[in-house]
C-alpha cells in the first residue's frame, strides 16, 4: 500500500496546494501534471517494493525460494516468477490508482485503460532492476540506498513532479537514456486522452531495459547461488 | 534394487585462487535401495555440499552423481520429481495454513488443487496434524513445523526422501515422535538419506552410514560394525577436578585414555581391572558403559571444535 499510498499523498498535497500558485504546464493543470507524474511513480513503486523487500523476505528470511528449489523447479522459474508477479504488482498499483483519479474528477479520459498493459511494461522494468538490487542485498537496509540515491533522484529528473525542460540540457540528455523518463512520457497523454507522441521510442526503451535487465538479475542470482 | 543414489569420485572446490577451498574431495559413495542411510560429519566436512550436489542444485567440479537412475544436475527436474526434501531450516510458507502449504507446494510437481486437496487428510495424519488444516504456520510448535515439513516432502509420494538434521532444535518428546514417523516411512519401503549431530538418532534409526571429513569418506557401515571394528567395546569415563593427572595411572589399564575437560575418558576391551583400580581413588566418579556410535565419532573425526 505504500506503493500508491506515498504518491498519492504527492499528488494531493502538491496538485492541491502547489497548485494554486502554478499556472498551466504544457497544456495542462499543475494537478494534472503531477496527477500523471505521481501515477507513473506509483508504478515504478509498486514493482520495486515487491523485487526488493517481499522477493528478499522469500529468498533469504523464509527461505520459500529453497524450498521450492528441492520440488523439480529451478533458479530461473523461481526468478522468473518472481519478475513478473512484481511486475503485476505495478498493475495493481496502476489499478488502484487510476480509480481514485476516476473518483477524484481528476481524469475520466477512455485512454486510462491503456495504463494497465503501460503498468505491466513499466513494472517489468523496475521489477527487474528492484531484482538486480536485491540479488546483490546482504540485508533490507540495502534496498533504502535505491530508493533513497536511485528512485528518488530519477523521479526528480524524469519529470515526475516539473517539466523536464526545466533540467540543464545534459542532465536531459541522461533523463532520456534512463527508464522513468519514458514511462511517465507514455503514462501522461492518456490521462488526456492522448497517446505519447514517442509512443514508439518509450515501449522499445522500457523493453530494452526489461529485458535485459532481467537478465542481469539472473546472472546476479545464478551467481549467489552458486555458492 | 540397484543405487538410489551414487557419488562416484565427486570433487568440488569454492573460491578463486589463494581463496580456493575443495570442499568436497574424491567422495564416493552409494545409498541403497529400501535403506536408511545416515550421512554424519563435522560441521564443515561437506556434507550440506554433497546434498546440494545430489539433488542438483550445485555442480560439481568432476566425478559423476547419479540419483534415480539420472545423472546430476543435468537430469535434476525428472529425479527431483520423485524425491522429498525436508531442510535443515523450516521454510514452510508464514502466509498460507497448514493445508495451504501443501497444496501449494504440490503445485511445484504438476499437480492440479484437487489431486493435492484429495491428498492432504492422509498426509496431516501422517504428520499427526489431523485437525489443524485451517492452522497459521505461526500457531505452530517446533514439532509441529518438522511433522508438516516432512509431510510436504510427501506430497509427490516420493522413492527417496532426504533429511538434513529432521531433528535438531526439538524436545525429547518431538524427537520421539519424528522417529516413529521416520521409521514408518522406512516401513514402506522408502529409502531416506539422513543428516544428524545426534549418534544415538544415528545408532537408533539408520540401516548404514557413512561418516565423512574434510570432504572424503573416513569409514562406513552399520552402526554395530562401525561400533566393533573402530572402537574398543567398553569405556570408562571419569569425572573429578583433576582427572588428567590420573591419566598415568590408568593408562596401563587401558588401550587408550582422553582427557577432555573435567572427563577422563578410558577405552578398554578388559574393564574389570581398570574399574578395580579406579574403585581406590577418592573423589571421582566413574561410569562403566558399553562404547557407542558417539565415540567411534569422536574417534574418527577428534575432539576438536570445527567452528
Not at chain 1, 75 to 104: I, N, P, Q, Y
Request: with cysteine; charged share 20%; aromatic share 8%.
Amino acid at each position: 500500500m505504500f506503493a500508491v499510498g506515498e504518491p498519492f499523498i504527492y499528488m494531493l498535497g502538491l496538485g492541491y496546494g502547489l497548485g494554486r500558485l502554478v499556472p498551466e504546464l504544457g497544456g495542462m493543470s499543475y494537478m494534472m501534471f503531477v496527477a500523471s507524474g505521481t501515477l507513473a511513480f506509483s508504478i515504478v513503486n509498486g514493482a520495486t517494493f515487491e523485487g526488493m523487500y517481499s522477493a528478499f523476505a522469500r529468498m533469504q528470511i523464509q527461505r520459500t525460494w529453497d524450498a521450492i528449489l528441492n520440488a523439480p523447479m529451478s533458479l530461473s522459474d523461481v526468478v522468473l516468477a518472481e519478475w513478473t508477479f512484481a511486475a503485476s504488482k505495478s498493475v495493481l498499483s496502476c489499478v488502484t490508482f487510476v480509480g481514485a483519479l476516476v473518483l477524484l474528477g481528476i481524469s475520466r479520459e477512455w485512454t486510462l485503460l491503456l495504463v494497465v498493459p503501460a503498468a505491466l511494461l513499466i513494472g517489468a522494468v523496475f521489477a527487474a532492476i528492484a531484482l538486480i538490487m536485491c540479488a546483490i542485498a546482504k540485508g533490507y537496509e540495502f534496498f533504502s540506498y535505491w530508493f533513497s540515491l536511485g528512485i528518488m533522484p530519477l523521479a526528480m529528473i524524469s519529470g515526475v513532479f516539473f517539466p523536464m525542460s526545466e533540467l540543464p540540457k545534459a542532465l536531459q540528455t541522461v533523463s532520456y537514456c534512463l527508464p522513468m523518463s519514458h514511462a511517465v512520457d507514455l503514462v501522461r497523454p492518456l490521462l488526456q486522452g492522448k497517446i505519447s507522441a514517442n509512443v514508439g521510442l518509450n515501449i522499445a526503451v522500457l523493453a530494452a531495459y526489461a529485458i535485459g535487465g532481467f537478465g542481469v538479475a539472473m546472472a546476479l542470482f545464478r551467481r549467489r547461488f552458486a555458492n | 534394487m540397484s543405487s538410489v543414489l551414487r557419488f562416484s569420485d565427486v570433487r568440488k572446490s569454492f573460491g578463486k585462487g589463494d581463496a580456493k577451498r575443495e570442499v568436497v574431495r574424491g567422495l564416493s559413495l552409494a545409498v541403497e535401495g529400501g535403506q536408511c542411510f545416515g550421512f554424519l560429519g563435522p560441521n564443515g566436512a561437506g556434507k550440506t555440499t554433497s546434498l546440494r550436489m545430489a539433488l542438483g542444485q550445485t555442480e560439481p567440479d568432476s566425478g559423476l552423481i547419479e540419483l534415480l537412475g539420472y545423472t546430476m544436475p543435468a537430469d535434476a527436474r525428472r529425479a527431483r520429481e520423485k524425491v522429498g526434501v525436508v531442510p535443515q531450516m523450516d521454510n514452510l510458507d508464514p502466509d498460507f495454513t497448514v493445508e495451504e502449504n501443501l497444496i501449494v507446494y504440490s503445485r511445484y510437481f504438476g499437480m492440479s488443487d484437487s489431486v493435492a486437496k484429495s491428498k492432504v487428510p492422509a498426509l496431516l495424519e501422517f504428520a499427526g496434524l489431523s485437525g489443524r488444516e485451517k492452522s497459521n504456520i505461526a500457531e505452530l510448535s517446533g514439532g509441529m513445523k518438522r511433522r508438516l515439513t516432512i509431510a510436504r516432502a510427501l506430497v509427490n509420494d516420493p522413492a527417496f526422501i532426504v533429511l538434513d538434521e529432521p531433528t535438531t532444535g526439538l524436545d525429547p518428546q518431538a524427537r520421539h515422535l519424528i522417529w516413529d514417523r521416520l521409521k514408518a516411512l522406512r516401513a514402506k519401503g522408502k529409502t531416506l538419506l539422513l543428516t544428524t549431530h545426534f549418534m544415538d538418532e544415528a545408532e537408533r534409526l539408520c540401516d548404514h552410514l557413512a561418516v565423512i571429513d574434510n570432504g572424503v569418506l573416513i569409514a562406513q557401515g552399520s552402526p554395530r560394525e562401525l561400533i566393533e571394528k573402530t572402537i574398543e567395546p567398553d569405556v570408562v569415563e571419569v569425572y573429578g577436578d583433576n582427572v588428567a593427572a590420573l591419566k598415568d595411572r590408568v593408562s596401563a589399564f587401558a588401550t587408550r585414555v582422553e582427557v577432555s575437560g573435567e572427563t577422563l575418558f578410558a577405552y578398554t576391551t578388559t574393564p574389570k581391572p581398570l574399574t578395580d583400580v579406579l574403585a581406590q581413588f577418592q573423589g571421582v566418579r566413574v561410569l562403566h558403559r558399553p562404547a557407542n556410535l558417539e565415540d567411534v565419532f569422536i574417534k574418527l573425526t577428534g575432539r576438536e571444535l570445527r567452528d
